[in-house]
């Protein structure tokens, strides 16, 4: 989806004229506008999970955006080190990024960005940078399912800084505000990717758990049933076969996970992920 907005002609053309008047502010609000009145009207409406789009000029500068500009103002909503990157671009090396997730505080939303260049179609020189900006409350509809884990059991997503991405089964409000310092969560590592064992969850509970790690993000899924449920009458085989599902639940959430998020990628993308996890 960012791709394809990154190369409409109609912000290509925008964009370029905007960049040969950049001095005359006037001309800059006037095709800002334009810009902005075309994503709001063609492009938003195109995917449900989309939060908002940006378009940023040559210079760095948000030039325009499908919502209000102060929804840009907020912390982590720009990254202008990583927007500078991605104008040193050529359309052989054109890629896109997955920004770190941030907290919009003031819409109570958690806001995963990709971007891509946007090239021009005489000079083929990145003349500026699309931003897709997509809610995560898309993932909830993959980790809010419970199915074979019983009334104590859950899966959730983790950032870096172990914060909650997305809702507990047991706590309301939990994303981006619950941190999750445990066992798997402290053992996790680009070197240690799959953790498992008993332990005290972010509740205070003991649980069996598991966790996988998705180095693409920076990110953790763990999955855990309450210890007293999970051991109920099992003897030690059924109990290594359960943790062994356990542990394969966390691949396949992680692989929806990751079509969630790739299908918005470019397709050499999501073949990585998969060669990766296959």
Not at 203 to 208: M, N, Q, S
Request: proline residues 3%; charged residues 20%; aromatic residues 10%.
């Amino acid at each position: 989806r960012t791709i394809d907005f990154s190369t409409d002609g109609f912000i290509i053309e925008f964009l370029n004229k905007l960049n040969l008047d950049e001095k005359d502010k006037a001309k800059i609000e006037f095709y800002g506008n334009a810009i902005g009145a075309h994503l709001k009207r063609n492009n938003a409406p195109l995917d449900s999970d989309l939060d908002s789009i940006g378009v940023v000029n040559q210079r760095g500068h948000l030039v325009a955006s499908s919502h209000l500009s102060e929804i840009w103002k907020e912390t982590g909503a720009l990254n202008i080190e990583l927007i500078g990157k991605i104008l040193k671009q050529t359309p052989e090396t054109r890629e896109v990024y997955i920004d770190t997730p941030y907290a919009s505080v003031g819409r109570k939303k958690i806001i995963l960005s990709f971007y891509a260049p946007a090239f021009s179609r005489q000079t083929q020189k990145a003349i500026g940078v699309l931003i897709n900006n997509f809610n995560l409350n898309f993932l909830n509809v993959i980790t809010t399912n419970h199915v074979g884990l019983g009334k104590t059991g859950e899966i959730y997503l983790v950032d870096k800084q172990n914060r909650m991405l997305t809702e507990s089964r047991f706590l309301p409000n939990a994303v981006y505000k619950q941190t999750v310092n445990t066992f798997v969560s402290q053992k996790i590592s680009k070197s240690s990717p799959r953790v498992s064992g008993f332990y005290l969850d972010y509740r205070g509970v003991y649980d069996i758990g598991a966790a996988a790690y998705l180095p693409e993000f920076d990110w953790t899924i763990i999955s855990e049933v309450g210890e007293s449920e999970a051991l109920a009458g099992l003897d030690q085989v059924r109990f290594i076969v359960l943790l062994a599902s356990l542990v394969c639940g966390i691949i396949a959430v992680a692989l929806g996970v990751l079509f969630a998020i790739s299908v918005l990628t470019p397709i050499k993308d999501l073949k990585k992920t998969v060669d990766r996890f296959s």
